[in-house]
Structure formats: structure tokens, C-alpha cells
């Protein structure tokens, strides 16, 4: 039976894996590409009024990795020609959303064959304990058949907990791409709104 230990490291390494990819994704919709939006943009749309460009690339910069501040640095950058700046806001978007995109196959993948990956363990484990060959375990009646039902029952519950896992993370997630979503469109309406200088 000791040579059934790397399947427990399977398991292991699948629920590590989903662990840090949903850590990961969570520090980069949490903490990296967030922003305080409403002030922001209150701000921002007071420089624009003012035209005041060099105080807006400022307080862009200032915010910087955070999305908003991201979009605004690339439609200010072009600010000088309006069809540049819609040019550069709809790239800088399609960048964004690749970004946002990043991990979430990862994640829900690693959820989707979490749970049959777990079950062919336990078949495996299943099939090696009620083996003929068993060695000093065929000395106590029932204790091989007994540790590889445990076994068993220990895949199954381990892929459960990481397609549980995977599940839970990506519905926590989404929430938070749906709210970077409305940051990102408010902020494209504003910069679209003003970004066409005065002649």
C-alpha cells in the first residue's frame, strides 16, 4: 500500500494549486486593480473641466497599478488627438479584460476535474487493496480491504473539497470582476465624455 502515496500527493497538489491560484487572482482584483471609483472620478472630472492635463496625468499616475488610474494614463497619453484617445481607451480596455480573464479557466478547470480525478484514486485505491499479493497486511483478516476503503473515501473527499473550493473562489471573484467591470466603463465614459479638446 505504500505505494499509493503519490496519489495523495495528487490530491494535495490539485487543492495547493486551486488554493494559490484563487489567493493570486484574489490579490489582483482585491487589492492591485482596486480603487476608490467615485473619488476618483470626482476628481478626475474636475481637472478635465479644468483642463488642467499635467494635474489629471498626476493623479492618474499617482494611482497607479489600479485600473482606473491605468485606463485614464493611456487616454490622457493620447489626449491630444480625440480619435487617438478613443483609439487607446478601447485598447487599454481589451488589455484590461484579458488581464481580468487571466486564472479564471485555471480555476474553474481545476474545479471541473477535481471531483473525477479524485474518484479514479479511489477506483485505483479500491482495486490495490483487494489485490492478492498483500504481504504482512494478509495477516490481519479485513485490515487491507479496510485501509484502502479509507483511502478511498479520503480521495473522494479531497476532490470534493477542491472542486468546492474552485466554486466558491470563482463566485467570490466574479462578484468583485462585475464591480472592476462598472469602474472601468465609468471611467471610459468619463475620459470618451472630455476627450475632445477645445479647439
Given at each position: 500500500m505504500r505505494q499509493l502515496t503519490w496519489l495523495f500527493g495528487l490530491q494535495a497538489t490539485l487543492w495547493l494549486a486551486a488554493f494559490a491560484l484563487?489567493?493570486?487572482r484574489a490579490r489582483l482584483v482585491l487589492v492591485t486593480a482596486s480603487a476608490d471609483r467615485p473619488a476618483f472620478?470626482?476628481?478626475?472630472?474636475?481637472?478635465?473641466?479644468q483642463r488642467d492635463l499635467p494635474a489629471a496625468q498626476t493623479l492618474a499616475s499617482s494611482l497607479q497599478p489600479a485600473w482606473v488610474a491605468h485606463l485614464s494614463c493611456a487616454a490622457l497619453a493620447a489626449w491630444s488627438e480625440?480619435?487617438?484617445?478613443?483609439?487607446?481607451?478601447?485598447?487599454?480596455i481589451a488589455e484590461l479584460e484579458l488581464d481580468l480573464s487571466r486564472y479564471v479557466f485555471a480555476i474553474r478547470t481545476l474545479g471541473r476535474i477535481a471531483s473525477?480525478?479524485?474518484?479514479?484514486c479511489a477506483?485505483?485505491?479500491m482495486s490495490l487493496g483487494f489485490r492478492k499479493d498483500l504481504g504482512?497486511?494478509?495477516?490481519?483478516?479485513?485490515?487491507?480491504?479496510?485501509?484502502a476503503i479509507e483511502r478511498a473515501i479520503l480521495c473522494v473527499v479531497a476532490g470534493v473539497a477542491t472542486s468546492l473550493l474552485c466554486r466558491a473562489g470563482a463566485?467570490?471573484?466574479?462578484?468583485?470582476?462585475?464591480a472592476l467591470h462598472g469602474d472601468i466603463a465609468a471611467t471610459a465614459e468619463l475620459l470618451l465624455h472630455w476627450g475632445a479638446p477645445e479647439a
Open positions: 484563487i489567493l493570486w472620478l470626482a476628481a478626475l472630472r474636475v481637472l478635465l473641466e480625440p480619435a487617438a484617445v478613443r483609439s487607446a481607451i478601447e485598447e487599454s473525477p480525478i479524485a474518484f479514479v477506483i485505483a485505491q504482512l497486511l494478509a495477516l490481519q483478516r479485513g485490515l487491507a480491504e479496510s485501509i463566485a467570490l471573484l466574479h462578484k468583485h470582476e462585475r
